[in-house]
């Protein structure tokens, strides 16, 4: 079975531009959260999401979006850019809501220059 | 405010070493403490805690959580070389969940 994946690997954007990344989660697995990690921090939660609906909300701006699908897959969009969002995302799957034993993908690494 | 502390931030040892890792947290309708090990990118999950004086064995690494005194403990036993990477403990409260700084451990042979 073909674990989280994540797409792209990695991303270079200008400042003031948007970006999507998208996440497939594990076969099975209906829910899917977003996290964002900075050099030397651990990550920080933005959002998660269960059968299609925002079921909670890190500390973020409106700047970030976020959608699930039908089938489970999602994605994160990130509007007018700055470079503090230079980061590694991470997706996690889980086949219930909440962040029980959560699985995670490879990331993104978002480079905004 | 909610927080998520890790101790120490990084750690150098020996193979065979026994190590302890420290993760206290101060937040509102705790739900579960979970320790995660992160070598590249994956954070790759390791244990979920949610009630006090239960120990969690996988192998050579254990858990404990202490809801009291508000702290979990993760530790690693004959330490190997494989065993180096970062330690993150995370916290979910409500719909909630937060990431410490993690430790980085190196295991040096």
């Known amino acids: 079975d073909a674990g989280v994946t994540q797409s792209p690997t990695h991303l270079i954007k200008t400042r003031g531009q948007q970006v999507t990344l998208r996440c497939s989660p594990i076969s099975g697995h209906k829910s899917v959260s977003w996290y964002q990690q900075v050099l030397g921090q651990g990550p920080q939660f933005i959002f998660q999401y269960y059968e299609k609906e925002e079921r909670g909300r890190g500390n973020f701006p409106d700047r970030f979006s976020a959608r699930q699908f039908p089938n489970y897959s999602s994605e994160l969009n990130v509007n007018a850019l700055l470079l503090g969002d230079s980061a590694l995302y991470l997706c996690a799957s889980s086949f219930t809501q909440g962040f029980a034993e959560a699985f995670f993908g490879q990331g993104t690494r978002l480079t905004v220059v | 405010e909610d927080k998520v502390v890790q101790s120490p931030l990084s750690l150098v040892v020996h193979e065979g070493d026994t190590v302890t890792l420290n993760c206290s947290y101060e937040?509102?309708?705790?739900?579960?403490l979970l320790w995660y090990k992160q070598e590249k990118k994956a954070p790759t999950f390791l244990f979920m805690l949610t009630s006090s004086g239960i120990e969690k064995k996988s192998g050579r690494l254990s858990s404990i959580l202490d809801k009291k005194e508000l702290f979990s403990i993760l530790n690693i036993t004959a330490t190997q070389t494989g065993d180096s990477a970062i330690y993150l403990c995370a916290v979910v409260w409500n719909n909630d969940m937060r990431f410490g700084a993690g430790t980085r451990l190196t295991v040096k042979p």
């Open positions: 937040v509102t309708n705790f739900r579960s």
